[in-house]
């Protein structure tokens, strides 16, 4: 019988398939996470126009069959001025934003109307051995926005340009109960029959607050918040976010999405994010990596320390799986972590437990062990675990602890560098004593704090 030799075969794009493996079970906890989620993904005539556009509708048609709630934005700008070029309407801006006179008003309708049937017809796709095989979506458009006139400022009419006046969030929900993805314009339409003209980035941020979205998602022409090294800023809470509004420059293209995202974290949309649009899968990366590539702004704790629950069971015997495989970490049972996870405190990072540690008082003796600390590979190295150590600190003067121990067999110069001191196991307490595993012959270390 002949021998067989399996190979590691190369996927597309030159990763291997152990490569995929591990990106498809990282991102499995975001696709948990996402199910049943509002997700308001905004977007630029720009990007309708590229040619890699298809790419970006397959990546929503993804989204939609692991269940997130979608509503598409789309501006027009490109597309609205080529139609202006074309009839030889003057082209006319005022403090940032069109001045929308009639003959300009019929361009932009018609440049909507077409770039809404371009991507309706996009969502429509259905081919065979195509990314859109069978995936049969429903795209819902309509008057789900009213608008009111800008009117007059410092000396200007803006005619046909107007700002959102109410968001029919009960209308789009319906929908999106009913499995659709809603699709929304740059327009507006008033009680009196009346088309506005609007920014997408207005529509989009109204619509985030209106649905009280999980996430608004911009994907913007010039790329994330750049710091003075012109360094991505990866992360800013709301109040730092505000900050830099008041005291940092903005590139102007960016200016107005880096408000609306400001602006949509302040109505209650939990996390707002600026992603470039120019790379190729950037809302997959963006959701479904750890850091992701844009800036996210948030109004809740992106990454937060807090005290373990049950339902934090399953990441932190994820998380130290692998250090107890080595023998870094004594095993534990699920069981055991179960009824010993009030002891337990973890660092949550959008959702995903990437550090840990326990605390077991012995009141009696003003001692308490610190034990089971594990940092998350991708986080090592970046003062997570020292952090962690602090919080524990913390909590163990409250109890009244004085005195922190450790037991370790791999780490003793970590402990040590953070104020540990060698002892010996007579320095336990009586209790703990008892249940030393003299086979691991664990060196013990003590802080005073």
Partial sequence: MPTHTIQKKSLAGGHDESQFVAWFRGSSPYINAFRGRTFVIMFGGEAVADERFANLIHDVALLNSLGVRLVLVHGARPQIEQRLRASGTAIEYAGGLRVTGDAALTGVKEAVGMLRVEIEALLSMGLANSPMAGARIRVASGNFVA?????????????????????????????????????????????????????????????????????????????????????????LTLAEAEKWLSTQPVDEELAAYFNGAVRACRQGVRRAHLVDRHIDGALLLELFTRDGIGTLITADTYEDTRKATIDDVGGILELIAPLEAEGVLVRRSRERLETEIEHFTVVERDGMIIATAALYPFAAQGMGELACLAVHPAYRNTGRGEALLGYIEHVAVQQGIHQLFALTTRTPHWFQERGFQPGEINDLPIARQRMYNYQRKSKVFIKGI
Avoid: W
Avoid at 217 to 229: F, I, N, P, R, S
């Fill in 147 to 235: 608008a009111k006139p800008l009117g007059v400022r410092d000396g200007v009419d803006y005619c046909h340009t107007g700002e959102v006046r109410r968001i029919d969030a009960e209308a789009i929900r319906q929908r999106l109960d009913d499995g659709a993805i809603v699709l929304l314009s740059p327009l507006g339409y008033s009680p009196t029959g009346e088309v506005f003209n609007l920014t997408a980035i207005e529509v989009a941020t109204a619509t985030a607050a209106a649905l009280n979205a999980d996430k608004l998602l911009c994907l913007v022409e010039t790329g994330g918040l750049m710091d003075a090294h012109k360094d991505l800023v990866r992360q």
